[in-house]
């Protein structure tokens, strides 16, 4: 059984940055894609960001329209965990982000995480 255990959310101004973890069980950044997504109150859950292993050290990384430029996801496969950096923070990006991990690409939604939740004050 997968298990996903977000941190470092919290509440910060606009403009400002976060990183966000996510801390995988067994081997899973090794077997499967890991993301993140993230559900604001009253909409929708929706895709933020995704990486895969390729082959060797490679990476592949997709990011929602919303957020490229300004979030960067990557993992440390040694440490099965993998992390939303998360730069010049709106106030529209303030939710609750879960990890996720799965077969799909680019959103992997297999197994999720119990969320963390990120505020962004204007």
């Known amino acids: 059984q997968v298990q996903l255990v977000e941190s470092g959310g919290g509440l910060v101004q606009a403009g400002g940055s976060l990183r966000l973890s996510c801390a995988a069980s067994g081997r899973t950044f090794s077997n499967y894609a890991m993301g993140w997504f993230r559900q604001a109150p009253g909409k929708e859950r929706e895709f933020v960001a995704a990486?895969?292993?390729?082959?060797?050290?490679?990476?592949?990384?997709d990011y929602a329209d919303s957020v490229k430029g300004r979030f960067t996801i990557s993992g440390d496969s040694a440490k099965n965990t993998v992390y939303l950096r998360m730069t010049r923070l709106k106030p529209e990006d303030t939710a609750v982000y879960y990890c996720t991990a799965g077969s799909n690409w680019p959103g992997p939604n297999d197994y999720w995480g119990q969320g963390t939740q990120v505020t962004v004050s204007s």
């Open positions: 990486i895969k292993r390729g082959g060797g050290s490679v990476y592949y990384a």
